[in-house]
C-alpha cells in the first residue's frame, strides 16, 4: 500500500462498528477514525490501533493435521487439508454435522456457509456466538417489533434528555458511544445519565445516579415501574391504543407485587426508583441501552421485553420523546444475523421455520424444493450434550474460541476431547480451541480481507485489506468455495467478494434489512433509515408492536453465597487471541481478578490483592482480590482469561425462547486459602 493512500475500513472489535482510515507508515499501520462516515463520525478507541501492531504475531501459517486428537499436529498443503474436510463431512449423515460461528466473521462470510451447510448441505445445524450475545434481544425484537433489528440510531443520543442504560458498561465495553453519551452530557448539562447495574462500573461512575439493583431482578423493577406509569397517569393512551396490542394482560401482570414491596425485592432504593418514574413520567427524549446484563440470563427474553415495555407504555418510539436502541457486541453479530447464521434462521431476517422464506431460499440457490430443513437446527450448548451422545460427530468451529467462552467449561472440554468427534477449526492464531483440532485451517485476518459489516445501529460498511496477507493462510471466504466445490456443489464460483455481495444483498429485497439497491464499491448505508417503525406500521402480523406480559423475578440474596458476575475489562478482548498479543493493550489487565465490595471481604478477612478460592459445584478457582462497589453480596469476574476461566463456574441454563445461556451469574462460596 502506498503511503499516501489511507484505506477506508471497519473496526475488528465491538459492535459500535467504528469506520477507520488505516495507511501505511514506515513502522507500521496508523490507524484513524474516518471523519467521512456518517455513522461513527471520525471517532475510535485505543484498541484498533495498538491492534495494528500486531497483525503478524502469533499467526498460523499452515494448514495441520492430525487423525487422533492424541499426536502432535503434522504440517499438510492445503489440497490435502481441503481433500480431508470434505471426505469428512461426505462420510457423516448430515444430522451429525455441525458449524459454529461468530459475529466477527464479515455478511459474506456468514452468507457463504448459511448458503452451504443450510443449503446444499441440507442441515440447519448452524449456531453462532450470537447465541451467547444477542439472542435474547434479537427472540424480543421479533417478540415485540415483528422482527430482528435495533429501532434506534446514535444520533438520538445527541439530542436526548435522559439516557438510560441497564445492564451495559459502555465506558469499557463501547467506549465511542459513551464518550457520544459524555459530549452530549457537556453540551446540555441538564442532560441525565442513569445506569442500572449491580456494579457501581465506570459507566455508572460518571452517571449521574448509579441505580443499583441485584443481579436478576430487572424483570420485577420493569414490571414495578410501568404498574406505577399507569397508576399515576403517565401512559401514552392514544399511542398505545393506536399502535400497539396486549396492554391490558401485560398491565395485569406487572400489577402483580405492590410497587414498594417491589422495589425493595430488587433491591432497589426508593429514591432511585423515583427518579426512574419521574423520567418517564416526564415528556423528555429518552434513550434506553442495554447488552448483556439482560442478554444473558434464563429471563433473558423477558428483561428485554420488560425494558422495552417501557418505552411502548410511554410512546417512546420516535425522535422526539426517544426509543430503545439495543448495543450489539461484536462488530458484525448485526450481519451475521441479516445473513441467517443462527440455527431457525435464513438470510434476510428469514426463518427456516416459514415454508415461502425456505422456498424464497431455495429458487435462489436453485436447489429443489424440500432442500432446507423446516426445523430449526440445534443450538450451541445442545450440540454440545450432542457431542457426548455421539450424535454430533463433525465440529467445524471458525472465528470463535468456544473452550473459554461456552458455559461449564469441563463439560465443553471433555465435548471437544471426545475421540469420536472430529473438530475442525478455522482461525488465524493458535486459540485454546485450535489446540484441541484435528484439522486446522489458517486464515486471514482484519487487514487482509474484504467484505462488509453491519454496526449496531444498522449502519452497512466495506471492510478492506490494508496490507498483504500472512503466507500460507487463505481467507475465510476462500476456504468455504474450496470446501464446497471439493464437495461438488455448483453455486460456489464467486469470482470475487463483489460477486458473493451481489448475490447476497438480492435475498434482503423488500425485507427490513433491505439493502438490494446498495453498490458494493460505494457500500456506506444504513438500512431501515435513521429510525425503524416510524409509521407505526410493524412487522407483526397485524402490524401493531406488541406488549408481552413479564414475569417478574427478584432472586433471593442468600447470606451462604456470593453472586459471582462476569463481563468484560476495559482493555481486555474476549479470549485474548487479539488484546493478549499487545503488550500495551492490556497493561494492568494481564491478570483476572475478583472485584469486592471491601467490607464484604473483610467480614472473611481477606486483604486486597489476597488471592482466594471461588468455589461452587462445578469446579473451584483462584482469584486475586481488588475492592470496588458492588450491590451486597455480589462479586465481579472477567471471562475469557486463559489462565482462569470463569466460565468453568457457571452451569447451562438456558433462556427457554432464545436459548441463550446465562452467563452473567452464578452462585459461588469465597474462601481464603489456607497459609
Ligand atoms: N473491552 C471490551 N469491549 C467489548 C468486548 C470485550 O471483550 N472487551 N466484547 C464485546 C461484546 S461481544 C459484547 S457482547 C459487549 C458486551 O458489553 P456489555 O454488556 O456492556 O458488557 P458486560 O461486561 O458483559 O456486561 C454489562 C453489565 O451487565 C451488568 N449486569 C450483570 N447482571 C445484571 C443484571 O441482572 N441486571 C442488570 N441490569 N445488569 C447486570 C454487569 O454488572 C455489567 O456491568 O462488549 C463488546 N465490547
Ligand atoms: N462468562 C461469560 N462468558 C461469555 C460472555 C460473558 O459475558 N460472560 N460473553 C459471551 C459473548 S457476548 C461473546 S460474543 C462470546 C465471545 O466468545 P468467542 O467468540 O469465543 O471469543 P473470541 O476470543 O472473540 O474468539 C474469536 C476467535 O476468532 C479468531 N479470529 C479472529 N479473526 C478471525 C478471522 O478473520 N477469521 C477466523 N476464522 N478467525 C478469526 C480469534 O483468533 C479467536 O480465536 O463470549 C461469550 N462468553
Ligand atoms: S468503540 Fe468499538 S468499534 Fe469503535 S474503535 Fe473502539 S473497539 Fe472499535
Ligand atoms: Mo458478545
Not at 474450496?482 to 455448483?490: D, P, S, V
Not at 487471541?577 to 467480614?603: D, F, H, I, Q, W
Request: charge should be negative; glycine fraction near 6%.
Amino acid at each position: 500500500m502506498n503511503s499516501d493512500t489511507a484505506v477506508s475500513t471497519g473496526c475488528p472489535f465491538c459492535g459500535t462498528g467504528c469506520a477507520l482510515s488505516v495507511s501505511c507508515i514506515p513502522k507500521g499501520y496508523k490507524v484513524k477514525g474516518d471523519a467521512d462516515n456518517p455513522s461513527t463520525q471520525g471517532d475510535l478507541c485505543f484498541k484498533p490501533i495498538q491492534m495494528a501492531t500486531a497483525l503478524d504475531t502469533g499467526r498460523l501459517q499452515t494448514p495441520l493435521y492430525r487423525r487422533d486428537k492424541n499426536d502432535p499436529f503434522t504440517p499438510i498443503g492445503w489440497d490435502e487439508a481441503i481433500i480431508i474436510l470434505a471426505d469428512a463431512i461426505r462420510s457423516l449423515p448430515k444430522e451429525a454435522l455441525y458449524l459454529y460461528l461468530s459475529g466477527q466473521l464479515l455478511s459474506e462470510e456468514s452468507y457463504l456457509f448459511t448458503k452451504l451447510f443450510k443449503g446444499y448441505i441440507g442441515t440447519n445445524n448452524v449456531d453462532a456466538n450470537s447465541r451467547l450475545c444477542m439472542a435474547s434481544a434479537v427472540v424480543a425484537h421479533k417478540m415485540a417489533f415483528g422482527s430482528d433489528g435495533p429501532v434506534g440510531n446514535y444520533r438520538d443520543i445527541d439530542d436526548a434528555d435522559v439516557i438510560l442504560i441497564s445492564g451495559s458498561n459502555p465506558a469499557w465495553a463501547h467506549p465511542v458511544i459513551f464518550r457520544r453519551i459524555l459530549a452530549r452530557k457537556k453540551a446540555h448539562p441538564q442532560t441525565l445519565i442513569l445506569t442500572i447495574d449491580p456494579i457501581c462500573t465506570e459507566t455508572a461512575e460518571k452517571s449521574d445516579h448509579w441505580i443499583a439493583l441485584n443481579s436478576g431482578s430487572d424483570t420485577m423493577l420493569y414490571n414495578a415501574l410501568f404498574a406505577e406509569l399507569y397508576r399515576r397517569g403517565s401512559c401514552d393512551t392514544d399511542f398505545i391504543h393506536r399502535a400497539t396490542e396486549g396492554f391490558e394482560l401485560t398491565l395485569a401482570e406487572a400489577k402483580n407485587t405492590p410497587f414498594d414491596e417491589a422495589i425493595a425485592a430488587c433491591g432497589v432504593s426508593p429514591e432511585n426508583a423515583r427518579i426512574l418514574l419521574d423520567a418517564f413520567g416526564s415528556d423528555k427524549k429518552i434513550v434506553g441501552l442495554w447488552c448483556q446484563g439482560l442478554n444473558q440470563a434464563e429471563d433473558g427474553v423477558m428483561r428485554n421485553l420488560g425494558f422495552i415495555n417501557l418505552f411502548l407504555a410511554t410512546g417512546r418510539l420516535n425522535a422526539t420523546k426517544g426509543l430503545p436502541l439495543s448495543l450489539t457486541g461484536q462488530p458484525n453479530a448485526m450481519g451475521g444475523r441479516e445473513a441467517g447464521y443462527l440455527s431457525n434462521a435464513l438470510p434476510g431476517y428469514r426463518d427456516v421455520r416459514n415454508t415461502q422464506d425456505r422456498i424464497t431460499c431455495e429458487s435462489h440457490w436453485k436447489l429443489s424444493e424440500g432442500k432446507i430443513l423446516p426445523q430449526p437446527g440445534i443450538t450451541i450448548t445442545d450440540a454440545i450434550d450432542q457431542i457426548h451422545a455421539g450424535e454430533i460427530r463433525l465440529l467445524w468451529v471458525a472465528c470463535t474460541n468456544p473452550l473459554l467462552t461456552l458455559p461449564d467449561l469441563n463439560r465443553t472440554r471433555s465435548a471437544l476431547e471426545n475421540p469420536d468427534l472430529f473438530l475442525v477449526v478455522q482461525d488465524c492464531v493458535l486459540s485454546e480451541t485450535v489446540q484441541l483440532a484435528n484439522l486446522v485451517l489458517p486464515t486471514h485476518a482484519w487487514g487482509e480481507k474484504e467484505g462488509s459489516m453491519t454496526n449496531s445501529e444498522r449502519f452497512i460498511k466495506r471492510v478492506r485489506p490494508f496490507k498483504s496477507p500472512i503466507e500460507g493462510a487463505k481467507s475465510d471466504t476462500e476456504i468455504i468455495l474450496l470446501t464446497a466445490k471439493a464437495l461438488g456443489f455448483e453455486g460456489f464460483d464467486y469470482p470475487d467478494i463483489q460477486s458473493v455481495y451481489d448475490d447476497y444483498k438480492q435475498l434482503s429485497a423488500h425485507r427490513l434489512c433491505d439493502q438490494s439497491d446498495q453498490k458494493y464499491t460505494t457500500l456506506s448505508y444504513q438500512w431501515g433509515g435513521e429510525r425503524l417503525y416510524q409509521d407505526e406500521r410493524f412487522a407483526t402480523p397485524s402490524h401493531k408492536a406488541q406488549f408481552h406480559p413479564v414475569v417478574s423475578t427478584a432472586p433471593k440474596i442468600e447470606l451462604e453465597h456470593f453472586v459471582l458476575l462476569t463481563g468484560r475489562t476495559k482493555k481486555q478482548w474476549h479470549t485474548m487471541t487479539r488484546t493478549g498479543l499487545v503488550p500495551e493493550l492490556l497493561k494492568s489487565e494481564e491478570k483476572p481478578y475478583l472485584l469486592m465490595n471491601a467490607a464484604e471481604a473483610e467480614a472473611l478477612g481477606i486483604q486486597e490483592g489476597e488471592s482466594v478460592l471461588l468455589s461452587n459445584e462445578l469446579d473451584a478457582l483462584q482469584l486475586d482480590v481488588r475492592f470496588g462497589l458492588l450491590a451486597p453480596r455480589h462479586v465481579f469476574a472477567p471471562f475469557g482469561y486463559p489462565q482462569v476461566p470463569v466460565n468453568s463456574l457457571i452451569a447451562v441454563k438456558n433462556d427457554p425462547f432464545s436459548f441463550q445461556s446465562a452467563l452473567k451469574s452464578a452462585y459461588v462460596s469465597i474462601s481464603r486459602l489456607s497459609k
